[in-house]
């Protein structure tokens, strides 16, 4: 049971530890995590070299115990020699990542491995050492990152996998040596200033589809455009004419040779707006929205904005995949907190339809309902994505069939069902004409109509 204590006693308790949690960000977190990254002792190792130690001393000491003493010995021996392989490593790789750095700039995506440039030479000749480096966010601003080296010649190349959209201007990489079995380690951190910016994983979502604002079927008849309509219209037979085009229903009737041709008609311009909203879980639902800008689906002359972030684009790609990356850094009280005003605004500046991106998390759906922004001229489609639409799953009818669930039940999986979807879309009806669910793994989706706005 979680203890939830009163507000007062949490304010008190909060002025209390503002100026020392003030005085170990500034003064005192940088010299401890050195002091700790420098001791070379696992816990592990530590547990073995007080067994050694142990047995050493007093039952091959002081209860002349030969055969603990030559095993503690031996034991000391084989840490001892860890421990100077991995001492002899960290000195040398640590000279060599003062030298080492990202060439330019890094444009990375969320979740998958990729090269980033920075090459670090490995210290072949000493056995039993390991090195590895991750990303870490040290307080700075800075993104994590999994990384995962791989081997060319002499070198280890870099391949990182951030976990979270964002422009950051310094990456701090926590290189640790140890030994083979885990007895001994040493870490330290260093920092480097690069420009950084992590953008969604776009998966199979370039097969998306268009949202109904920019459907074809809308060309609009003018007399005075160039002929390049549907072939709706028709007049005589000329030579050089295609005989495919020939009307020969009308041939065999009046004897006259027609052919189809194409009706005069221009495009009707949409204007097109779209807002992302931001969760825990909204990565592929940002991946949607990269693709939509990347693929130009809200038409010529779109706007795009997002949560976090005041700025809007439009009509610039750039921006906006500013706005989406920078949006992965938003605070969870500002999910949808602009979503009303930008949607009146936009309404009134004469946009046809909006693209309304919504994680599918039931949070996300909550604070869109929250908003009273339902617009009667401005079409609004919802579009939802996740890394795989999951079948719906029956109620568990007995005790067997839910122990079963809870055992095998997958962690971490990024999918969600559409049954799911469609219970929190009812909150939106009021607001949204359509929804589409899209697949990332493999690019599928589902369309669904919300009914009537009113």
Known sequence: MTVRWPAAIRRVIGRMG????????????????????????????????????????????????????????????????????????????????????????????????????????????????????????DGGGETAARVELERDGANLVEM???????????????????????????SWRRKEDVTLRVLPYRGMLSQMPPPSGMAEGDDLSDPYAEPKGDRVEMRQYAPGDPLRMVLWKVYARSGKMMVRTPERS????????????????????????RVAIERRLLGDDWCFAADGVEREANDDRDAAFEIIARSGEAKPEEQAARLASFLTRRESEGYQFCLLFIPPDAPAWEAVAAQSAA??????????????????????????????????????RDGVSLSEIRSRAGSVKGLANEMIVVERNSGRSVSDMLGDRG
């Open 18 to 137: 503002a100026p020392i949690a003030s005085l170990w960000r500034r003064f005192l977190r940088v010299p401890v995590l050195a002091l700790i990254g420098v001791f070379p002792f696992t816990r592990t190792g530590l547990a073995f070299l007080l067994l050694f130690a142990t047995a050493m001393w007093v039952y091959g000491v002081l209860s002349r115990d030969l055969v603990l003493l030559v095993a503690g010995l031996g034991g000391a021996l084989v840490l001892l020699a860890l421990l100077l392989c991995t001492i002899l490593t960290a000195a040398i790789i640590w000279l060599r990542t003062r030298k080492a750095f990202t060439p330019g700039e890094l444009d990375l995506d969320t979740g998958i491995p990729q090269p980033t440039g920075y090459r670090l030479r490995r210290a072949r000749w000493i056995p039993f050492a390991v090195v590895d480096w991750q990303w870490v966010n």
């Open 375 to 412: 617009t009667l001229a401005m079409r609004v489609q919802v579009l939802t994505a996740a890394g795989e639409i999951l079948p719906d799953q029956a109620p568990p009818s007995g005790v067997g069939e839910i122990m079963g669930r809870w055992l095998i039940k997958p962690r971490g």
């Open 266 to 289: 221009v495009a009707e311009r949409k204007r097109g707006c779209a807002y992302l909203v931001t969760s825990p879980q909204d990565d592929a639902t940002a991946a949607a929205a």
């Open 160 to 186: 990182a996998s951030p976990a979270r959209r964002c422009i950051v201007q310094r990456v701090v990489r926590r290189f640790a040596v140890r030994d083979l079995f885990g007895l001994t380690e040493i």
